[in-house]
T-cell receptor, first 112, second 113 residues
């Protein structure tokens, strides 16, 4: 079992729709969770982080965490073509090294 | 100002050669990392240094040797390059700890021919 799993996609949504990206993780001791966006040929950039169960909203983005189910998701409201990218879920399993374990990423395509 | 900068951005080299990638961060972070992203886009940690001390050393061939002359710099030297080493290598930095964001450099595209 992979430590962090994502559906590689592609996930295709029409412009203006809600895109839902999902991630599961295997280590119950994981304490912090991050979503990165990576455009083709570019480096990953942080979108959001979440530490506590529940929802966290930032503009059009909402991260959702359910530690009991070992599940974290990212919702993108009013999706735009510029949101088309690969979204990487990353998990810190509690170590103070700051080491992140990444999923394989989900490719999102937003069609005009 | 680029927060995490690495050079070279592109590198094409022949099998068996030795090459280095340099990285510098101006964020004042204590921790630096090398991540490797393969052709399937899977991003995996290789090494991490905290204040010049090696704290993470994943299962990486001995041909890869990181060096941190100070906490703002982390270089990666690769000996006897193999075809399978072709990948994008990302340098990154953070304040460390389990809640601190990792910031990535622009990546170094290594192609071994």
């Amino acid at each position: 079992q992979k430590e962090v799993e994502q559906n590689s996609g592609p996930l295709s949504v029409p412009e203006g729709a809600i895109a839902s990206l999902n991630c599961t993780y295997s280590d119950r001791g994981s304490q912090s969770f991050f979503w990165y966006r990576q455009y083709s040929g570019k480096s990953p950039e942080l979108i959001m982080f979440i530490y506590s169960n529940g929802d966290k909203e930032d503009g059009r983005f909402t991260a959702q965490l359910n530690k009991a189910s070992q599940y974290v998701s990212l919702l993108i409201r009013d999706s735009q073509p510029s949101d088309s990218a690969t979204y990487l879920c990353a998990v810190n399993n509690g170590g103070n090294t700051g080491k992140l374990i990444f999923g394989q990423g989900t490719t999102l395509q937003v069609k005009p | 100002d680029t927060a995490v900068s690495q050079t070279p951005k592109y590198l094409v080299t022949q099998m068996g050669n030795d090459k280095s990638i340099k990285c510098e961060q101006n964020l004042g972070h204590d921790t630096m990392y090398w991540y490797k992203q393969d052709s399937k886009k899977f991003l995996k940690i290789m090494f991490s240094y905290n204040n010049k001390e090696l704290i993470i050393n994943e299962t990486v061939p001995n041909r890869f040797s990181p060096k941190s002359p100070d906490k703002a710099h982390l270089n990666l030297h690769i000996n006897s390059l193999e075809l399978g080493d072709s990948a994008v290598y990302f340098c990154a930095s953070s304040q460390g700890g389990n809640r601190n964001t990792i910031y990535f450099g622009e990546g170094s595209w290594l192609t071994v021919v």
